[in-house]
C-alpha cells in the first residue's frame, strides 16, 4: 500500500471510529470481513478503535457465492449472527455482502443497540472521499430537509437528459431515512450523503437509463441498458448486447422479486461529482440518483418487507428530481431556493 493510502485510511478510520461513531470505552467493535476483502483497511480499523477504547472483534468469512441470501449456504451463519447479536457497532467490510442476509436481518431486529454501516470492499480513495473532507452537521441539515420534503410529498418525478422519465408515489408508512455521517446511535447506515425513499408498492412507472449498473459492464464505452418500468417492476430490459446478458443475470436468480423496486436515492455528498466505478461512492453523486432493487428489509418496508433472493443498484448521474410539482434538482444541481443556500454552503466549505 502506498504512503499515501496509508495516510489516508488512517484518517478515514479516525474520523469513522471517533466522529461518525463515537466508539466509548469498553464497546465492542465488530469488523466482518471475507477473502475479498482488504486487509489494510481491517487492520486501519481495528487500530482506531482500540485507540479510542474500543474492543475490536474481527470476525473473517469465505466470500460467499453472491451477495445477501445467496451467500448463506457459505458462512457460519448461527455463530456469526449470535456474535453480531452482542456488540455495539458492526463495520461490515465483506466483497460478498451479509447485508439483507438472514444474518444481518436477525441481528438488526435482535440487537436494538446496534449501530452498523456497510462498506463492502469500497477502495481507500473512495472512502477518503466519502468519509472525510465535509462539515457532517451541514450535510445533515441539508439531508434533513429533503428528507423532509420528500415525506411531504405524494409523488416523485425523475427526469435526465440520458433519456430517464421515471415516478412513482410515495408511501407514509415505508421508509424515508438519510445518512449523514452520525452513527452514534442504533442505526442501520450506509456511507453518508444521501436522501433514501421506499416507493409505494406497485406505483413506479416509466423509464431508467443508467450511467452505471452493478453487474452491468456499461461504464465508459458503448453498451446501454435501460430498465423499462411497469407497476413498480422490471418489465423490460431494453440497450444492446449488455442489456441481453443484463436479462441473463436476473433471470438466473429465477426470482420475481428481482425485478421489482427497492429504493430511490438521492445522492448529495458534496465530494462526489463524477462517477468512480466503486458503487458505495457512486451511489451518493450530487445531484445524481439511484435505483434499488430486489430485496428490502421490514425495517424500510413494513410489515414483511420484500423478499428477495439479493439485491443491485443501479445510478443516474445527472438527474431533475421534482417532489410533486417542486423542482428540487435540476440536471444535478441543487435549484429548490430552501434548499440552495444550505446546499451552496456545505459546497464552498467542503475539500475538492
Not at 431486529?109 to 462498506?119: D, E, G, P, S, T
Not at 433519456?163 to 431515512?177: A, H, L, M, Q, R
Not at 439479493?310 to 431556493?337: E, M, N, R, W
Amino acid at each position: 500500500m502506498s504512503n499515501k493510502h496509508s495516510l489516508e485510511i488512517a484518517k478515514v478510520s479516525k474520523v469513522l471510529i471517533e466522529e461518525m461513531f463515537q466508539v466509548k470505552k469498553g464497546e465492542t467493535v465488530a469488523i466482518t470481513l471475507d477473502t475479498g476483502s482488504n486487509p489494510q483497511v481491517v487492520d486501519a480499523l481495528e487500530s482506531a478503535a482500540f485507540a479510542a477504547g474500543g474492543i475490536p472483534f474481527v470476525m473473517r468469512t469465505p466470500k460467499g457465492r453472491g451477495d445477501g441470501q445467496m451467500g448463506m449456504p457459505d458462512w457460519p451463519a448461527a455463530a456469526l449472527t449470535a456474535a453480531l447479536c452482542e456488540v455495539d457497532v458492526w463495520i461490515e467490510l465483506n466483497s460478498s455482502i451479509l447485508l439483507y442476509s438472514d444474518i444481518w436481518e436477525t441481528a438488526m431486529a435482535k440487537n436494538k443497540k446496534l449501530r452498523y454501516i456497510i462498506l463492502a470492499d469500497t477502495s481507500i480513495p473512495s472512502l477518503y472521499r466519502v468519509m472525510t473532507g465535509y462539515d457532517i452537521s451541514k450535510l445533515g441539515k441539508l439531508l434533513h430537509r429533503v428528507k423532509d420534503m420528500a415525506m411531504a410529498c405524494k409523488k416523485v418525478h425523475i427526469t435526465s437528459a440520458n433519456g430517464t422519465d421515471v415516478s412513482y408515489e410515495t408511501n407514509p408508512k415505508y421508509s424515508f431515512d438519510i445518512d449523514d455521517g452520525d452513527y452514534s446511535k442504533p442505526k442501520f447506515g450506509t456511507a453518508p450523503g444521501y436522501v433514501n425513499v421506499v416507493p409505494k408498492l406497485g406505483s413506479m412507472n416509466g423509464k431508467i437509463v443508467f450511467d452505471t449498473l452493478m453487474n452491468a459492464d456499461i461504464a465508459n464505452n458503448d453498451n446501454q441498458v435501460a430498465f423499462i418500468m411497469k407497476d413498480g417492476k422490471i418489465s423490460e430490459v431494453v440497450g444492446n448486447k449488455e442489456a441481453e446478458n443484463f436479462k441473463d443475470y436476473l433471470a438466473a436468480f429465477d426470482d420475481p422479486n428481482m425485478y421489482k423496486i427497492s429504493h430511490n436515492m438521492f445522492g448529495l455528498h458534496p465530494r462526489i461529482h463524477k462517477l468512480s466505478g466503486d458503487v458505495v461512492e457512486d451511489e451518493r453523486i450530487w445531484g445524481g440518483v439511484d435505483f434499488g432493487f430486489g430485496h428490502t428489509s421490514p425495517m424500510d418496508m413494513p410489515p414483511n418487507g420484500q423478499v428477495a433472493k439479493s439485491h443491485f443498484d443501479g445510478i443516474v448521474a445527472k438527474a431533475t428530481i421534482y417532489l410533486d410539482d417542486q423542482k428540487i434538482v435540476a440536471d444535478g444541481v441543487v435549484c429548490h431556493p430552501d434548499l440552495k443556500v444550505l446546499a451552496d454552503e456545505i459546497l464552498a466549505e467542503t475539500d475538492t
